[in-house]
């Protein structure tokens, strides 16, 4: 019998069955953490791309949660200054789904899929996010991974514009914006990212959510940033980020209710499929 929505978010909202080892970017040359199962071969992986002034610490919980239920997480720690270029953070992003795909992860010989990778990221670092991945989708970028899923968290615009961007890409989108952002109004930010979106994509909003929801842990950056971390915002991102890229990375059906419902405090204002 198919579990139902409130079922599957509950599933989902605790830790998967999967031990979790956690790495470090930086003894392949490129600052960041990696977190991944124990174990396991041909594993489904994920770059994210941290928000405006955010170390990749704060999001901790999230890439170990992802891990847990078996989808190797990654994030780089480049370009956290107050004026970053959101084009190299989008390289960036990229090259750690190369460095994942390509580097022994784990004493046990942990592999990844290259058929299996995704995108993610908050605020700037989902704007990157989604550079990152129409560039991958570019005709002219062939030697760029394929990206099979991207989702977004209080997505905010880039230069050059991610609404832009999204125009290009085929890919699933799953875009989460939150009702009391005042950083990156949904307006103009992840609903205009999903609107332009080339592929399937859906946008939900968090209630009672800010800007620094999905965060973890006190940061400086909140004295010029509206918002603070959230727990019920951070138990729903990981929820439904586990059940998007499970669905989009390894082809399971398990989790599609919970995709196709709306659930408390994340309502879907927006789903649509590209014409045949």
Known sequence: MAS?????LAELSHPGPHEVLRGNLALVGLPGVVFTPRQGLGLPAIAFGHGWLQPASRYRHLLHHLASWGVVAAAPATQGGPLPSYRLLASDLLT?????????LGPDGISVDPAKLGLAGHSTGGGSA?????RAAAADDSARPRIRAVATITAAQTLPSASVAAQLITAPGLHLAAEEDLVAPAVGHAEAIAAAWAGPVQLRTLGKSS???VTEGRHWSQLLLHGKPHRRTQ???RALFTAFFLTHLTGTERYLPLLDADVKR???DLTEEPAA
Do not use: E, Y
């Open 4 to 8: 139902k929505p409130k079922q599957l």
């Open 130 to 134: 989604v550079l990152a991945a129409a």
């Open 211 to 213: 800007h620094l929801g």
């Open 96 to 104: 750690t789904l190369d460095v994942v795909t390509t580097v022994r």
């Open 266 to 268: 994340a309502p879907i």
């Open 235 to 237: 138990q729903l991102t």
